[in-house]
T-cell receptor, first 111, second 110 residues
Framework: NAGVTQTPKFRVLKTGQSMTLLCAQD?????MYWYRQDPGMGLRLIHY???????AKGEVPDGYNVSRLKKQNFLLGLESAAPSQTSVYFC??????????FGNGTRLTVT | RKEVEQDPGPFNVPEGATVAFNCTYS??????FFWYRQDCRKEPKLLMS???SGNEDGRFTAQLNRASQYISLLIRDSKLSDSATYLC???????????FGAGTRLFVKA
């Protein structure tokens, strides 16, 4: 049982490049989330989804887009990366009211 | 005001000590509450859920006070392996929007 899988684990981008982070869960969870965590800081919610085909903005959505075309996948896109987006990105999934299960994270550096 | 606020820490305690973490939340309609543990550069992992009646898991005890919008975590007989950051987590109305506190760092020393 893989749980929540994030790819890639590491990535270095140049300013202005684009990329997509993939999150896949095999627990049939309805809800999926993308967070970012900067050094010494807490997790901040970027976007979330309450079901296939739905997405919503979190606390820090600017500069990111998401899609949930399939229930098991939640994609996070950066159209034009900026150094301020250097961070660790965590994906998570859950049922309503239940705890979140996290992936191992993606460490992104934008130079 | 942040939606979820925790003691900033860090807490430095000797092995065997009892340590308490506090957390407050601003949305009175919040429905679910949890404590997570995060080790350096790793993903957060669920430590325990928090219920109004209070709950205990070995050396860990969690309490929820809905009237005061306050959550606590008590760790008894601290171990070196308890050194980590402890995150207070609140799920809002509808059970999906999940907000994390900034975390409280704990260092347990021999």
């Amino acid at each position: 049982n893989a749980g929540v899988t994030q790819t890639p684990k590491f990535r270095v981008l140049k300013t202005g490049q684009s990329m997509t982070l993939l999150c896949a869960q095999d627990m049939n969870h309805e809800y999926m989330y993308w967070y970012r965590q900067d050094p010494g800081m807490g997790l901040r919610l970027i976007h979330y989804s309450v079901g296939e085909g739905t997405t919503a903005k979190g606390e820090v959505p600017d500069g990111y887009n998401v899609s949930r075309l399939k229930k098991q996948n939640f994609l996070l896109g950066l159209e034009s990366a900026a150094p301020s987006q250097t961070s660790v990105y965590f994906c998570a999934s859950s049922w309503v009211g239940s705890p979140l299960h996290f992936g191992n994270g993606t460490r992104l550096t934008v130079t | 005001r942040k939606e979820v606020e925790q003691d900033p820490g860090p807490f430095n305690v000797p092995e065997g000590a009892t340590v308490a973490f506090n957390c407050t939340y601003s949305n009175s309609a919040s429905q679910s509450f949890f404590w997570y543990r995060q080790d350096c550069r790793k993903e957060p992992k669920l430590l325990m859920s928090v219920y109004s009646s209070g709950n205990e898991d070995g050396r860990f005890t969690a309490q929820l006070n809905r009237a005061s919008q306050y959550i606590s975590l008590l760790i008894r007989d601290s171990k070196l392996s308890d050194s980590a950051t402890y995150l207070c987590v609140v799920k809002g109305t509808g059970g999906f929007k999940t907000i994390f506190g900034a975390g409280t760092r704990l260092f347990v020393k021999a």
